[in-house]
Antibody, heavy 121, light 106 residues
């Protein structure tokens, strides 16, 4: 079965770090770009970061550039998002998503259930 | 960055109605547009990509049209399962979502 399962969310204080993981199964992990999309409470969707299938190219929204790092572990079929210097405005449900489409023209055709990140003092 | 504007923000409709949601891009995105459905406390689900290509398993009452800067999602004969929030997303450069359209029961 094709699925994505996120983990690692939780409550942290401003300035702290958190690492999210997404376990992928049912498809060839290195064949597909992957991404993180977040949704603040009661708000819309915001793309956070995308990584190419090979893992060699990464892209970040301006709101997280320099603070977040996306990576792929092809041996464990796991997508990760290292989040540093967290701010209150980073509070959101973070979804892991598999990309469809062609290089750089990626939409998201499979989503995980999401993991909640809360940043508060 | 390319801005995506959906209208309306909220839409009240009845079962059996035909519903149309519009999404406008701030610049030309060709047909690099996707539509998603999201129900409360659930992950988004891809409905349509490349403006009009229906994803496998999505009912044929959903359809998408448009190119350039103006796009529409139409739901023919609205069903109880269709009450949800719908988002458009451009993937021309880089990736931007519309603010969402909530389809609620009239």
């Amino acid at each position: 079965e094709v699925q994505l399962l996120e983990s690692g969310g939780g409550l942290v204080q401003p300035g702290e770090s958190l690492r999210l993981s997404c376990a992928a199964s049912g498809f060839t992990f290195t064949d597909y770009a992957m991404g993180w999309v977040r949704q603040a409470p009661g708000k819309g969707l915001e793309w956070v970061s995308v990584i190419s299938g090979s893992g060699t190219s990464t892209y970040y929204a301006d709101s997280v550039k320099g603070r977040f790092t996306i990576s792929k572990d092809k041996y464990r079929n796991t997508l990760s998002l290292q989040m540093n210097s967290l701010r209150a405005e980073d509070t959101a449900v973070y979804y892991c998503a598999k990309a469809g489409g062609s290089y750089l023209y990626w939409y998201f055709d499979l989503w995980g259930r999401g993991t909640l990140v809360s940043v508060s003092s | 960055d390319i801005q995506m504007t959906q209208s309306p923000s909220t839409l009240s409709a009845s079962v059996g109605d035909r519903v149309t949601i519009t999404c406008r891009a701030s610049e030309n995105i060709n047909n690099w547009l996707a539509w998603y459905q999201q129900k409360p406390e659930k992950a988004p689900k891809l409905l349509i990509h490349k403006a009009s290509a229906l994803e496998n398993g999505v009912p044929s009452r959903f359809s998408g049209t448009g190119s350039g800067t103006e796009f529409t999602l139409t739901i023919n004969s609205l069903q109880p399962d269709d009450f949800a929030t719908y988002y458009c997303q451009q993937y021309n450069s880089p990736w931007t979502f519309g603010q969402g359209t909530k389809v609620e029961i009239k």
